[in-house]
């Protein structure tokens, strides 16, 4: 695994006439692990629906689109060039566009007049040749682990799909397959383990294979210090001791340097909201692949894994966004150095989020001496504050989603009198937010009174 730079041209073009004067942001994925997307062009559409565009890749990747409730995916081989079909255009409502509960809906795109041989149709018609026979034959692989079905069903998808001159066609169904196996003993099987990762570098680029290693690796760290000497490994996690854990990979399970240093990533991620490990100890070990000699992408991978964990939690500095009140003026939180700002993520057409606002009216009266309240809102020309709710309300054109990830309303964040995030999410108004209050104004008085020498004549 090597650093990515981006060298080799694809070109990319068609038409969508609903797709009309939009555009569409493209992506791939720097590692499996961290997930960090990557942007590598976006699709302008003309008046007519038209587009053409060219991206630079260095290897086949999956390139991605979230757009209208879908996910589009397309394979994309460095050099190539593709005439690519979009699905029909809809609308989703605002409401649909922040249930998190609304998956997108994964399709490929289209190819138009695709040879028969390109990668992307060998690897959909593979897809539903083994989505067949795994339906049909789920019970007895996945739950009576039938070795014979096992076998009959990948001998039938080569029966099916004969070898090709593709090496990455190739390790598409030879990771594919790997499911299959896996059904049968959890990838606990040494001759599993040897067949498929132990011998092999990581193949990063290859969704297929990221599926199958994120089943086998799941919160390896608890798998492992759950086993009858796992307190060896446990004791190196609780130490942060990464060059020991490292050795341990390699010269005990028998894995191969990149596929060590990958799994050691992978179990950092997932240790991390496991609370058999301190939080502290897991952000040392990634912190500590900065200073190894890993490779600059591997410790890039670390880096990003890191900068996700730790993103809107307390004690960082909550992130910026450009805030406008509804009167024009500009506000930011260094307008109120040493004061509790009570950053308040809502909608006042929502009837919940008029429930909490009259809430905060009761709160904000009790502690106006000691709180600020910003109340962010969707762009509305005509809001009034006509019901007299507290603070100043405030329009963004910041992407909050992607800044404080507030997909519904209301969403809210306690910044603390050093300008750091101090709750992280904050309770909202009618859910706990005055008992929290109380309770670290309550703290703040004791701690003045400490200060000061002076007794507590309550």
Known sequence: MTEKSWSAQVKISGKASGYALSSIELYVLHDFISEEKVKIGTIKFNTEGSFNLDVEITETNLCTADFDGYHGMIYLEPGKSYNIVFPPKRSLTESQKRN?????EPIWFGISTPDKNELNVRIQQFEQEYAKLENKYFTQIFTNQSKSLVDTVKLRLDQEFPKTNSVFFESHKFFRKAN?????NQGKSAEFMNTYFSSSKPMNNLAAYSVIFNQVFMNYFSMLTNASNGTEIENLITSANLQKLDDYFQKQLHFNKELSHLVLLKSMNDAYYSKQFSKASILKLLNLVKSSDWSVYEQKIAQLISSKLTYLASGTNPPAIVLKSVNGQKINFS???????????????NSICRQHLDALKVISARYKEKLVIINVIPENKSFKNDSGWAGIFTTTESNVEASYKVKTYPNSFLIGKDGKLLLSPAPNP??????QLGQLFKSDYFKELQKSNKPDVK
Do not use: C, E, V
């Not at 998190?100 to 997108?104: E, L, N, R, T, V």
């Not at 299959?180 to 049968?184: G, P, Y």
């Not at 109120?336 to 006042?348: A, K, Q, R």
């Open 335 to 349: 307008d109120f150095p040493n004061t509790y700002i009570y950053l308040h993520f809502t909608d006042p057409k």
């Open 100 to 104: 998190p509960f609304i998956k997108p």
């Open 430 to 435: 009618i859910d706990g937010l005055d008992r």
């Open 180 to 184: 299959l196996d896996f059904a049968l």
